[in-house]
């Protein structure tokens, strides 16, 4: 079910007695248990943990204080409830022999302790505040005092074990590690006086580490080399034959001897002969003579870069064959300084385990000097100290009747709020039109109230009755719903039911009646309910008295109304024989008759839809009031027979579930489902959708002028 605004008001409005109720009640209640409670008083007292603390001993193996974190802070707010500090805080202000007396052992002295006292942190500080609480004002500033105190002297007992076990630590530990060096010195004396060979082990191997490093230089160096060698002679296969500039690019065959000097020469003559050209011509003798040179080491270069070109495969045969060399002579020397490591592992192990053992003794005993220069005066500064000692309180903390008269009322009103919601929830009727047209998508043709929406009650018939009231308006609106369904020939005859009894569909189906007729149309009303008439008991009032004569034992007996449906049904008479008129002009009444023992079959029979066809063409308006439709089935062999089903509904009493059922057989049987009629909707409810109610004091409505035919 979702709750909207609506629905919210609506159920307030239907349970708001209870708000009060509880509300009133829990007040109340709060108020009588606050007049029984004793006044309880507080005292704090505010201490400071220090940011930093003189460390004694630093020793990793020995727990120290750290007061800088948060971690020590929120330690101290739970040592200050520890089990010594309580027990010494009951001592010291005497009411620890008391409860010994009462019968407590030390656990429960603790508890009650812990139930007086209590300790905070104050957030972005260093401050922790311990607060006391007592029927008395002093004893709580005495017990917050005490706690204080108590907390101080265990730190410091706590820090004065600490320093002393830290001490025997180190002494302890100093003597083990002086034992262990001895140990360790005396076997490497014991190695060296049984392996002479030791320190020969020793050159030996710096001998093997530096052929080592030259062999790895020297290995390097003709590992460059080839390299270099065997890409320029990758790059004399690609070049063209005779191209001599392109080999002497290369490195390797440029730096040649017999290539550098010819390239030297060379160069000399071109330049002589470049500066002979500007002096003689060509065949100067000096120019011929020179020219004959410059071609001569040209052609000596040519031959010297050929000549390199072959030496050069030789070349990088003759360093492959130096670097595996290398590499072998590198092997060697590894081999040999693994053989002189396996041999002088032994000693090398006993030499770091004397290192090992002489470090940790040195540091052993400077831990021991560190710990004798402190002095004994910075045990006596523990890292908490008291900043603010605790006063006697002038007025009581605790109750605090405004703030808890407060809190009652608040989940007073939350617990009826609550109750509402859960009876709410719990009821399963109908109680509202927004309700029937969410769950079965029907149509409310109009809201009925109940009696008490009225100034003055209301009876059967307020459409006689009361003209001007709420109910009679509510059945003048049903008519005009009605009226406006659609053609004439499809809005005359309707068929008025429910889903179970005591709904108030008789009712509804006279006054729909009455409205018709006081609107001028020609109407009947026929009871077709043959197991509990009552259509007869409000048109005329003098049979229903007739039948409470007859008292108790009568009380399921019928009045002698005549002949009526039951007989027209069997044949004993006609339709018109049965037609009853009203106290009301244009309102004729069709009533049950003798009871009869199959109504389901005579209502199943055709003479039923003869009747209705007959009537039809006399009246302008026929209602037919049948059973409900839960019970039993009179009512399906009629629905076909109308032209709208009109389904009453009692407000805040019909099951939801009633009416789906009732409906899905209307459904099944074809019928045509007019809409829902709403009765007796209560006030909380009816307030709600509100009417526009005629004046009462109108002389028009007085005279009758609403009753003749306008709404």
């Not at 990758?234 to 730096?255: G, Q």
């Not at 010819?262 to 071109?270: D, G, I, Q, V, Y």
């Not at 000692?389 to 709020?417: E, H, Y």
């Amino acid at each position: 079910m979702n709750f909207d605004l609506t629905t919210i008001r609506m159920m307030i409005r239907r349970f708001w007695w209870m708000i009060p109720l509880i509300l009133g009640g829990a007040l109340a209640g709060t108020w009588a248990w606050l007049q029984r409670q004793q006044p309880v008083f507080s005292s704090r007292a505010v201490i400071e943990v220090a940011q930093n603390e003189q460390r004694v001993v630093k020793m990793d193996s020995v727990k120290t204080d750290n007061p800088a974190g948060l971690d020590y802070v929120n330690t101290a707010v739970e040592a200050v409830l520890g089990s010594n500090v309580m027990l010494k805080a009951a001592e010291a202000v005497g009411i620890k022999q008391a409860m010994v007396q009462q019968g407590l052992n030390e656990t429960g002295i603790v508890g009650v302790m812990r139930s007086k006292v209590s300790s905070r942190w104050r957030k972005n500080t260093r401050l922790i505040d311990v607060v006391a609480t007592d029927t008395d004002p002093v004893m709580a500033k005495d017990l917050a005092m005490a706690v204080v105190k108590a907390y101080l002297r265990e730190t410091q007992e706590r820090r004065t074990r600490v320093s002393a076990d830290a001490s025997d630590f180190l002494v302890q530990e100093a003597e083990r590690q002086r034992e262990k060096l001895a140990e360790s010195q005396k076997k490497v004396s014991d190695y060296l006086a049984s392996n002479n060979q030791a320190l020969s082990l020793e050159e030996q191997q710096k001998k093997v580490t530096t052929r080592m490093g030259e062999l790895g230089k020297d290995f390097n160096e003709t590992s460059s080399q080839l390299l270099q060698l065997e890409a320029d002679l990758a790059n004399v296969k690609k070049a063209p034959a005779n191209d001599n500039a392109k080999l002497l690019e290369l490195e390797s065959i440029s730096r040649q001897p017999a290539v550098l000097d010819t390239r030297t020469r060379l160069a000399a003559k071109e330049a002589e002969f470049s500066a002979l050209k500007l002096r003689y011509k060509l065949k100067h003798p000096r120019y011929i003579s020179l020219n004959s040179e410059v071609e001569e080491l040209k052609n000596n270069l040519a031959q010297a870069l050929k000549e390199s070109v072959s030496a050069l495969g030789s070349r990088v045969e003759s360093l492959t064959e130096k670097k595996q060399k290398l590499d072998a002579a590198t092997k060697e020397q590894e081999a040999e300084l693994v053989k002189i490591e396996q041999a002088f592992q032994p000693y090398r192990l006993l030499q770091r385990e004397v290192e090992n053992n002489r470090t940790l003794y040195e540091t052993v005993a400077n831990r021991m000097k560190e710990t004798k220069i402190v002095g004994s005066s910075e045990l006596d500064k523990p890292p908490v100290t008291i900043v603010e000692d605790p006063l006697v309180p002038a007025m009581a903390d605790w109750p605090n009747k405004t703030s808890i008269l407060l809190r009652a009322g608040v989940f007073g009103l939350l617990g009826a709020l609550g109750l509402i919601f859960l009876l709410d929830r719990m009821d399963t009727s109908i109680r509202g039109v927004d309700q029937v047209e969410q769950n079965f998508q029907i149509p409310v043709l109009a809201s009925v109230p109940d009696e008490n929406v009225d100034s003055e009650k209301v009876g059967h018939l307020p459409i006689l009755e009361q003209p001007s009231s709420f109910q009679a308006e509510a059945y003048r609106t049903l008519r005009t719903s009605l009226t406006l369904l659609g053609d004439e020939s499809v809005r005359r005859l309707f068929l008025v039911t429910s889903a179970i009894p005591a709904e108030g569909k008789t009712r509804t189906a006279v006054n729909l009646a009455l409205s018709f007729a006081q609107q001028g149309l020609k109407t009947l009303i026929i009871d077709a309910d043959l197991r509990r008439p009552s259509v007869g008991r409000l048109l005329y009032p003098e049979m229903d008295t007739a039948r409470r004569k007859q008292g108790k034992s009568g009380e399921n007996r019928r009045p002698n109304e005549g002949p009526g449906l039951s007989e027209h049904l069997s044949g004993l008479c006609s339709w018109e024989e049965i037609v009853r008129p009203t106290a009301v002009p244009g309102l004729n009444a069709m009533l049950v008759g003798r009871q009869s023992p199959n109504p389901a079959e005579l209502l199943a029979q055709n003479g039923f839809q003869k009747l209705l066809t007959a009537a039809s063409s006399q009246y302008d308006r026929i209602i037919v009031d049948s059973s409900p439709l839960n019970s039993v089935s009179d009512a399906l062999s009629i629905v076909p027979l109308v032209h709208g089903v009109v389904v009453v509904i009692r407000a805040c009493s019909t099951p939801r579930m009633s009416v789906k059922k009732a409906l899905e057989q209307l459904k099944a049987a074809r019928a045509r489902i007019t809409g829902v009629v709403l009765n007796r909707v209560p006030a909380r409810v009816f307030g709600y959708y509100g009417y526009y109610k005629y004046d009462s004091k109108d002389p028009y409505i007085k005279e009758g002028g609403y009753e003749k035919g306008e709404d």
